[in-house]
């Protein structure tokens, strides 16, 4: 049987510019490791090879298609295929197969027969990692039904960009979950959206099947070591506690319990928020509630007192207010049926209210309430305390105080809206270094606007209107809740209670936003399986592929790169043909780095038609390898293995070298090899011929040589039990020299025997006559060197006429 390992690429809709054929087609190159014992060849029973491919990719300019299969004789008979061992380059994605025809995203293990790799877009040399330019986001309506709340950005490895969002004050059945493919304009594919959520692990459910109750204001936390998992505040039907989102695999990662509901628990909560590697949300008892993220279990000691009084704290009603972290202390509001809504703070270093907040702060008289608490920071950006601003009734009240309880001075830029719903902001830093709030509103007049301000001015924010409406989204109805930003194309991406999911350009509140942007994180290193040195010369450049520089504003558009740290170590200008130069950072310093190509575009002419332009990092160095391993047979019948690559792309058919490997016999797949010499016992000279019938005997009855004048025939047996074979065997036999000429040099297969016929004259004075041969040979597949084997003798005897 064959196994095979196939790479597949495809364009994915990219419109490449035409180019000429290339001089030279692709190669690729097959070699092989042995894992076990380095160096060795032959190889030995058991070892584990590293079958190695590179692929040097001589295509034209832009992804084209390549497809590459490598076969593996023997799949489960001579050598079987190590379970995970299959590594291909960045960018290409594997899959396995059990009958080498229907793959899976999942390696079966032994099973395996065949692997494949598949590449959306393989460009040239192969040494270059692309990732998607987001599109300018045109306002998209999402299956949320009103309800959906702020959009969470994530951003999968390939490129795409999803928004996703959650219900809020859902009951638990209902399904609630949604994702928006920003990259497509479109819901994610994979639906029906919305899907339930729900306390037990497992990929998201259909319909009305969830077992946990969305809050009235969600607040969630995204896991720091953890892409795409996200911690969100959770109400089941006998606690509250923390619920886990792992959107990368679209599946549910558990429910962590904090506190029971009922009499003397809690019934709802506000948060979440993170600090010092604990999430904290307040319970609608008051009670702070904590869950380390690490370890994903109840923080010692909680929950801990109350810090704001009880807020709607019944079976099925919601709790009213937010949080916030200011100074590694962590904010509640709270608005008390009937009373004043407050602001509490709870100091995690003592598990107790803050020094200075022995009692919660008022905010505004009763009668008000408040959906939202944020952090309030001066104007060099450093966070100094927390802030609550209530619906308007008829206007809205901002109120503030310091970490340490003291007033502080408030915004001014809700004072003016009347009958306005308010909720948490997002506060970013943009472009031109300041740090901003984004704060959704609605109600009354207002179908939907942003309020802006500038935290560096202690102002509005210069540019933006106050409030900023969005008519060109939904005819300006948006009855906007939040906003994510998104750092990669310093876009803000709203959503509001009236299901569009629309763009907003940050500095001068348009939409759509007019921006576009990429992050791709490039290891030079990962393109490699073989454990050796050297691959790696320098990075080169990152590019704009499939743009028309004409539709970017170079000038305005800014690049970063970061080392694998997180920290920024270039600041790398668009050079006019849309390149950044990379060729002044080490590889060797710097071994993976991630580069941040932030694009503020003249239009979105590039983007349209099927069009899909991309952001392309490079490097220079040796051809891509993809790499799996296999064990040799411990069976003595696996004498040797072989690979060799076949497969096409756009400059023809590919075919590799083919490396064969001869596998050593071991001490247990010795051949067995014996000799047995013998003389013709017949009077009859036609009986000793060779293949006679003779008889054969170890000795001949005196007196028949004397009747045949002395000329005694032999016949050498040599037979090789197994259970490998020999190869140069030679018969020794110096007394009679014809019988190693007629055997001359020959081998032999397990179980294989081989006769030879010889004769020779003798004097009758010489007689009786004893003549002993043996046999030298090698094992098979025996390594170079190796000295040759020696059978023990084996002797017939010639009588005399009176005796033997």
Known sequence: MTIGIAFVAAAAGVSAPAAAAPAAPSVLTKSAQDVTSPGANPVNHGDTLNWVLNYQNNGPAGPSAATITDPINGAGTTQTYVPGSLQVPPGWTPSWSTDGTNYQT???????????????????????????????????????????????????PSGTVEAWNMYHHLVAAAPKLVCTDLTAGAPCAGGPWPRPVNTAPGPFGTGSTGDIASTLTPQYVQDPGRPGVVYYAAVTASSVGVGCLDLGTRANCGYFPLIATGPGGANGLAGLVTTAGNLYGVGSNGQVLCLTIASHSPCAGQPYAPIVPANNNSPGANYMGSMAIAGGKVFASSSPAGGAPVLGCFDPATATACSGWATPQAIAPPGNSTYNAYTAYDTASNSVGACATTTGNPTSTTTCFTVGGAPLAAPTVFNSLANRLIFNPETATGPDGHLRSY????????????????????????????????????????????????????????????????????????????????????????????????????????????????????????????????????????????????????????????????????????????????????????????????????????????????????????????????????????????????????????????????????????????????????????????????????INDSAVPSCRSAAGTFGLAAGESKQIFCSTSLLLSLLPFTNTASATYTPANSPAGTPPSRTSGSSAVACSLLWC
């Open 106 to 156: 999942t390696d079966p293990g032994t099973a395996t027969v065949a692997v494949r790799a598949t590449n959306p877009g393989a460009r040239p040399g192969g040494t270059n990692l692309a990732n998607i330019l987001l599109a300018p986001v045109k306002p998209t309506a999402t299956p949320t039904g009103g309800d959906g709340y702020t959009p969470i950005i994530f951003r999968r």
């Open 439 to 730: 704060t959704g509103t609605w109600g009354g007049s207002s179908t939907g606007d942003t309020v802006c301000y500038d935290w560096n001015t202690a102002a509005a924010c210069a540019g933006f209107p106050l409030p900023a409406t969005h008519p060109s989204a939904n005819g300006g109805v948006t009855r906007d809740y939040g906003y994510a930003y998104d750092q990669v194309t310093q876009c803000l991406f709203g959503l509001g209670d009236a299901g569009i999911l629309f763009s907003e350009d940050p500095t001068t509140s348009s939409s759509p936003c007019i921006h576009s942007g990429a992050e791709v994180t490039l290891s030079p290193s990962a393109f490699y399986c073989d454990g050796a040195t050297g691959h790696i010369r320098s990075y080169t450049d990152a590019r704009l592929d499939n743009m028309n520089l004409a539709n970017v504003n170079l000038t305005a558009s800014t690049a970063e790169v970061s080392d694998t740290g997180g920290s920024v170590i270039a600041h790398p200008a668009f050079a006019p043909d849309g390149t950044l130069d990379l060729s002044g950072i080490s590889p060797a310093a710097h071994p993976g780095i991630t580069v941040s190509a932030h694009l503020v575009l003249n239009n979105s002419n590039d983007f349209t038609g099927g069009n899909q332009p991309h952001l392309v990092v490079a490097f220079d160095g040796d051809a891509p390898q993809v790499c799996f391993k296999t064990t040799v047979s411990p069976t003595c019948t696996a004498t040797g293995v072989s690979d060799t690559a076949t497969g096409d792309d756009t400059t023809g058919t590919l075919t590799s070298n083919t490396v064969n490997l001869p596998v050593a016999p071991g001490p247990a797949c010795q051949p067995a090899v014996t000799i047995n010499k013998e003389i013709c016992a017949s009077n009859n000279d036609n009986n000793c011929q060779p293949g006679g019938p003779g008889p054969w005997a170890k000795q001949a009855t005196p007196g028949l040589l004397g009747l045949l004048l002395a000329n005694p025939h032999w016949r050498i047996t040599v037979t090789n039990a197994g259970p490998t074979g020999i190869t140069g065997a030679t």
